[in-house]
């Protein structure tokens, strides 16, 4: 079971971007998928939530410009993040749970993908 993150990048403040994490689970319609971030010398920290039903959860600092969504057809889960600013810098890591929607900590997460790297230029 693997999930590959991207679509980081080196961007300016105020600008857009669409993070990706494809899964090979087979059946990852059934699971709830998550998006962490880290940044330098911070804890890991809860951003967003889908399950998979498609109901939403999100970290109060991110709710307006970030938006999590999936599709199942296509095994992958996504993170479109808007008016991004310098304290979004930060690796974007996305996580699958099988048993339970938003969870936390993080270690109830069954499997995670290797993050991807977004740097916010002010």
């Known amino acids: 079971v693997q999930l590959q993150a991207s679509g980081g990048g080196l961007v300016q403040a105020g600008a857009s971007l669409r993070l990706s994490c494809a899964s090979s689970?087979?059946?990852?319609?059934?699971?709830?998928m998550a998006w962490f971030r880290q940044a330098p010398g911070k804890e890991r920290e809860f951003v967003a939530a889908?399950?998979?039903?498609?109901?939403?959860d999100y970290h109060d600092s991110v709710k307006g410009r970030f938006t999590i969504s999936r599709d199942n057809a296509k095994n992958t889960a996504y993170l479109q993040i808007d008016s991004l600013k310098a304290d979004d810098t930060a690796v974007y890591s996305c996580?699958?749970?099988?048993?339970?929607?938003?969870?936390?900590?993080?270690?109830?997460?069954?499997?995670w993908g290797q993050g991807t790297q977004v740097t916010v230029s002010s």
């Open positions: 689970v087979l059946t990852f319609s059934r699971y709830h």
């Open positions: 889908i399950s998979w039903l498609s109901s939403t």
């Open positions: 996580a699958a749970a099988r048993a339970q929607f938003a969870a936390w900590p993080p270690r109830k997460y069954d499997y």
